[in-house]
T-cell receptor, first 112, second 112 residues
């Protein structure tokens, strides 16, 4: 299940299930969006990106969906594995600017 | 080969001291950034540099002074450290603005 509040939102999923992590972005003018994975003690690592002229993009086991109408991004991870346990961030930017705005992050816990 | 490296990884110091964090990228990128990540994992951009030129300064106290001696390096100097400066600081780079960023491993700063 998913929990929100004062702590980092946490999503717990069973190993082998699909995960969906959601993100609401702030600027309707943003045209480039990125998902990052941050493992404990490490820096954020690029997973997948999408430009605003698309609404879906697939990678290896991951899919990003973009809904510009409601300023919403989601990251779908297929067949979630223990190695997927991490904090996931979405980020938005407007091309040509130097400012990236990160979402609050979601902790994904994979249960064996 | 490490793409974006930072030193030191850990920094423990007393209030009022001055300290520096170094960052180097070997990706040939033109743009470099400093981020601060607080205890709730919130990532906030502090500075953006393009070709050694400061582009963004996100209302960071002037106790923080970035310096870019060349395109591959972006250092962060902090004067008169305060308790609230305790955080993890990440350096990142991108080929251009509006492209994915590559993050360093982070520097955990603890001010006592």
């Amino acid at each position: 299940g998913e929990s929100v509040g004062l702590h980092l939102p946490t999503l717990s999923v069973q190993e082998g299930d699909n995960s969906i992590i959601n993100c609401a972005y702030s600027n309707s003018a943003s045209d480039y969006f990125i998902w990052y994975k941050q493992e404990s003690g490490k820096g954020p690592q690029f997973i997948i990106d999408i430009r605003s002229n698309m609404d879906k993009r697939q990678g290896q086991r991951v899919t990003v969906l973009l809904n510009k109408t409601v300023k919403h991004l989601s990251l779908q991870i297929a067949a979630t594995q223990p190695g997927d346990s991490a904090v996931y961030f979405c980020a938005e930017t407007l091309s040509g600017t130097y400012k990236y705005i990160f979402g609050t992050g979601t902790r994904l816990k994979v249960l064996a | 080969d490490t793409a974006v490296s930072q030193t030191p990884k850990y920094l423990v110091t007393q209030m009022g001291n001055d300290k520096s964090i170094k960052c180097e990228q070997n990706l040939g990128h033109d743009t470099m950034y400093w981020y601060k990540q607080d205890s709730k994992k919130f990532l906030k951009i502090m500075f953006s540099y393009n070709n050694k030129e400061l582009i963004i300064n996100e209302t960071v106290p002037n106790r923080f002074s970035p310096k870019s001696p060349d395109k591959a390096h972006l250092n962060l100097h902090i004067n008169s450290l305060e308790l609230g400066d305790s955080a993890v600081y990440f350096c990142a780079s991108s080929q251009t603005p509006g492209r994915e960023q590559f993050f360093g491993p982070g520097t955990r700063l603890t001010v006592l």
